[in-house]
Nanobody, 116 residues
Framework: VQLQASGGGSVQTGGSLRLSCAPSVDITSENVMGWYRQVPGKQRESVASIRNSDITHYAASVKGRFTISENNVKNEVYLQMNNLKPEDTGVYLC???????????WGRGTLVTVSS
Protein backbone atom coordinates (compact mmCIF):
# COMPACT_ATOMS: atom_id res chain seq x y z
CA VAL A 1 0.00 0.00 0.00
CA GLN A 2 1.30 3.42 -0.91
CA LEU A 3 0.05 6.63 0.59
CA GLN A 4 0.04 9.98 -1.15
CA ALA A 5 0.13 12.71 1.45
CA SER A 6 -0.29 16.41 0.79
CA GLY A 7 -0.99 19.64 2.56
CA GLY A 8 0.86 21.27 5.39
CA GLY A 9 2.81 24.49 5.33
CA SER A 10 3.42 27.47 7.57
CA VAL A 11 0.79 29.53 9.36
CA GLN A 12 0.53 31.85 12.29
CA THR A 13 -1.13 30.98 15.57
CA GLY A 14 -4.87 30.66 15.08
CA GLY A 15 -4.56 29.74 11.43
CA SER A 16 -5.84 26.68 9.63
CA LEU A 17 -4.39 23.99 7.41
CA ARG A 18 -5.70 20.82 5.82
CA LEU A 19 -3.79 17.61 5.27
CA SER A 20 -4.85 14.97 2.77
CA CYS A 21 -3.90 11.34 2.44
CA ALA A 22 -4.87 8.98 -0.36
CA PRO A 23 -4.05 5.26 -0.22
CA SER A 24 -3.34 3.21 -3.36
CA VAL A 25 -6.10 0.78 -2.34
CA ASP A 26 -9.80 1.38 -1.78
CA ILE A 27 -10.66 2.44 1.75
CA THR A 28 -12.96 -0.09 3.43
CA SER A 29 -14.83 -0.10 6.73
CA GLU A 30 -12.12 -2.28 8.29
CA ASN A 31 -9.27 0.09 7.52
CA VAL A 32 -7.87 2.57 9.98
CA MET A 33 -6.26 5.76 8.73
CA GLY A 34 -4.95 8.82 10.40
CA TRP A 35 -1.93 10.88 11.33
CA TYR A 36 0.91 10.81 13.78
CA ARG A 37 3.05 13.82 14.60
CA GLN A 38 6.82 13.70 14.96
CA VAL A 39 8.77 16.40 16.73
CA PRO A 40 12.58 16.17 17.08
CA GLY A 41 13.55 14.79 20.45
CA LYS A 42 10.06 13.58 21.24
CA GLN A 43 8.20 10.34 20.79
CA ARG A 44 5.93 10.04 17.79
CA GLU A 45 2.43 11.07 18.89
CA SER A 46 -0.91 9.86 17.56
CA VAL A 47 -2.95 12.86 16.46
CA ALA A 48 -6.15 11.48 14.96
CA SER A 49 -7.56 8.35 13.37
CA ILE A 50 -10.71 7.27 11.59
CA ARG A 51 -12.36 3.93 10.84
CA ASN A 52 -15.58 3.05 9.08
CA SER A 53 -16.03 6.68 8.07
CA ASP A 54 -17.29 7.80 11.45
CA ILE A 55 -15.31 6.16 14.26
CA THR A 56 -12.78 8.81 15.18
CA HIS A 57 -10.17 9.28 17.86
CA TYR A 58 -8.19 12.39 18.72
CA ALA A 59 -5.30 13.27 20.94
CA ALA A 60 -6.48 15.34 23.88
CA SER A 61 -4.27 18.20 22.73
CA VAL A 62 -6.12 18.57 19.41
CA LYS A 63 -9.69 17.62 20.33
CA GLY A 64 -12.09 20.39 19.38
CA ARG A 65 -9.61 21.95 16.95
CA PHE A 66 -8.83 19.15 14.50
CA THR A 67 -11.33 17.16 12.48
CA ILE A 68 -10.55 13.97 10.60
CA SER A 69 -12.86 12.89 7.83
CA GLU A 70 -13.11 10.44 4.99
CA ASN A 71 -14.22 11.01 1.40
CA ASN A 72 -15.19 7.64 -0.03
CA VAL A 73 -15.80 9.07 -3.48
CA LYS A 74 -12.28 10.47 -3.77
CA ASN A 75 -10.84 7.70 -1.59
CA GLU A 76 -9.08 10.23 0.60
CA VAL A 77 -8.81 11.09 4.25
CA TYR A 78 -8.46 14.66 5.48
CA LEU A 79 -7.26 16.30 8.64
CA GLN A 80 -8.68 19.79 9.02
CA MET A 81 -6.60 21.67 11.55
CA ASN A 82 -8.09 24.86 12.96
CA ASN A 83 -6.94 27.28 15.64
CA LEU A 84 -3.39 26.02 15.24
CA LYS A 85 -0.91 26.55 18.02
CA PRO A 86 2.91 26.61 17.99
CA GLU A 87 2.91 23.26 19.81
CA ASP A 88 1.19 21.73 16.78
CA THR A 89 4.40 22.22 14.84
CA GLY A 90 5.91 19.00 13.56
CA VAL A 91 6.09 16.50 10.76
CA TYR A 92 2.72 14.88 10.22
CA LEU A 93 2.80 11.29 9.04
CA CYS A 94 -0.23 9.77 7.40
CA UNK A 95 -0.80 6.10 8.11
CA UNK A 96 -2.98 3.25 6.86
CA UNK A 97 -3.78 -0.02 8.60
CA UNK A 98 -5.78 -2.70 6.79
CA UNK A 99 -7.40 -3.70 10.09
CA UNK A 100 -7.22 -2.58 13.72
CA UNK A 101 -4.58 -5.21 14.40
CA UNK A 102 -2.82 -4.83 11.08
CA UNK A 103 0.56 -3.36 10.28
CA UNK A 104 1.14 0.30 9.64
CA UNK A 105 1.82 1.70 6.21
CA TRP A 106 3.28 5.20 6.23
CA GLY A 107 3.08 8.09 3.84
CA ARG A 108 5.60 10.83 3.26
CA GLY A 109 5.76 13.22 6.18
CA THR A 110 4.47 16.73 5.69
CA LEU A 111 5.79 19.63 7.69
CA VAL A 112 3.43 21.87 9.62
CA THR A 113 4.94 24.99 11.15
CA VAL A 114 2.93 27.29 13.39
CA SER A 115 4.57 30.53 14.39
CA SER A 116 3.54 32.71 17.31
Amino acid sequence: VQLQASGGGSVQTGGSLRLSCAPSVDITSENVMGWYRQVPGKQRESVASIRNSDITHYAASVKGRFTISENNVKNEVYLQMNNLKPEDTGVYLCFYKPTLAGSYYWGRGTLVTVSS
